[in-house]
């Protein structure tokens, strides 16, 4: 292993000798260069302060050619350094032409990545022999270095609002030819994506409410229409029920038969079938199912990374928060759920992706006469409400009263939306089939347009 650390590292000089040299030729060529390349990026120590120079020379709004170049050299005590006038001669005859720098600076930059690699490696294997930290730490910071390479290898910095501007405007031109369009992944509820436009990339969306009132089912539909209707990978981790149990409620969902009879064994001659014909979009969609109780963040955003990675990954669902085990030992349980959450918000940023979090409500609602949830009824809810970009409660009234004149009647109540409108939308409760129906949406107008920070 160490005779292998002691190779040359992966570079190619020629290759950063053709890019100064089309720097020097050619003030484009400069723009292209600094917009792949960072100083880091040049193997040899007299490329990076060349690299340097021509682009204080650059900054400063003054010409770039063998004289100002050497002259800023010699200001900077570097010029020797560097081989002298006659290494900036030899740079500038490297190549007679800049048509190809964008060529040579990517591979540049392809061996400046494969040397960040090795780099992480490396410190991954003397933190390994060092055995310093927590296991699950070391692979998570494992995991982390080499993650962070990989994001790197792309574009990176600042965008030009003239950039920005410009995609933003191809955004709303797909809106305008499709007005009301899903500009997220569709839940598979027309109210739901009505109200938000989908689940949003990036975004942390909590859906919380009391026992039974359909928490895992509502995220199971939206979950099920995404891989089956939408052949979107879809990643679910249950804390609370088994990967059969939760294959048994979507084949149930998805045949549309009664789950308590199959839960007996009392299926009729349709209901085989029918199980049978639902197996197959079943067996066929992106899902991707982990069991793992008393999950930790930290396990569940690597294999979040590693399934992103090697299958693609288009949404997460985590039922239930309140079950996860923070990656630290906070002082009270609700630090640490505000902890979680906050993790949460990031794995969404870090993959892109909307994260599902499902919440239990505090006993408290069942305490009062209006049982319909706020904001403040998030068990140890801390910094839950804060980190989500939106939360949705569920609420059925014939949960509470016998006398309700539709006891199925279910209101998906969206109580935040940090980049949209609050609202209500109905759906109709099919419990024994696992199932959630489309009914309608009821905004709420005197809340129309506002924003919850």
Known sequence: MTAGLERLPPQNLEAEQ?????????????????????????????HQKVFQAICALTDRGEPVDLVTLAEELRQRNTLQAVGGQVALTTLANAVPTSANVTYYARIVREKAVLRSLINAATRIVTRSFEATGEVDEILDAAEQAIFEVARRSGPQGFAVMKEVLKDTFERI??????????TGVPTGFSGLDQLTCGLQ????????????????????????????????????????????????????????????????????????????????????????IDDTAALSIMEMR????????????????VDYLQLMRGSERPENRQQEISAISRSLKALAKELNVPVIALSQLSREVEKRDKKRPILSDLLESGGIEA???????IYRE??????????????????????????????YFKENHNKFLNISTRPDQEKEGQRTA
């Open 18 to 46: 053709s890019v100064l040299g089309s720097m020097l030729l050619d003030g484009e060529a400069i723009i292209v260069a600094t917009d792949y390349l960072t100083p880091a990026d040049f193997y040899r120590d007299a």
């Open 173 to 182: 031109d797909k809106l305008w030819g499709n007005k009301g369009g899903v």
């Open 201 to 288: 990339n990036a975004d942390l969306i909590i859906i919380a409410a009391r026992p039974s009132m359909g928490k895992t089912t509502l995220a199971l539909n939206i979950a099920q229409h995404v891989a089956v209707n939408e052949k979107l990978p879809v990643a679910i981790f249950s804390l609370e029920m088994s990967k059969e149990q939760l294959a048994q409620r979507m084949l149930c969902a998805q045949a549309g038969i009664d789950s308590h009879r199959l839960r007996r064994g009392f299926l009729s001659d349709e209901d085989y079938p029918k199980l049978t014909r639902a197996a197959g979009p079943l067996s066929a969609a992106p899902l991707f």
């Open 302 to 317: 690597a294999k979040a990374r590693r399934l992103k990675a090697e299958q693609g990954l288009n949404a997460v669902f």
């Open 387 to 393: 980190n989500a970009d939106v939360v949705a409660f």
């Open 398 to 427: 014939g949960y509470y009263n016998q006398d309700a004149e539709n006891k199925h009647l279910t209101e998906v109540i969206i109580a935040k939306q940090r980049n949209g409108p609050v609202g209500t939308v109905q759906l």
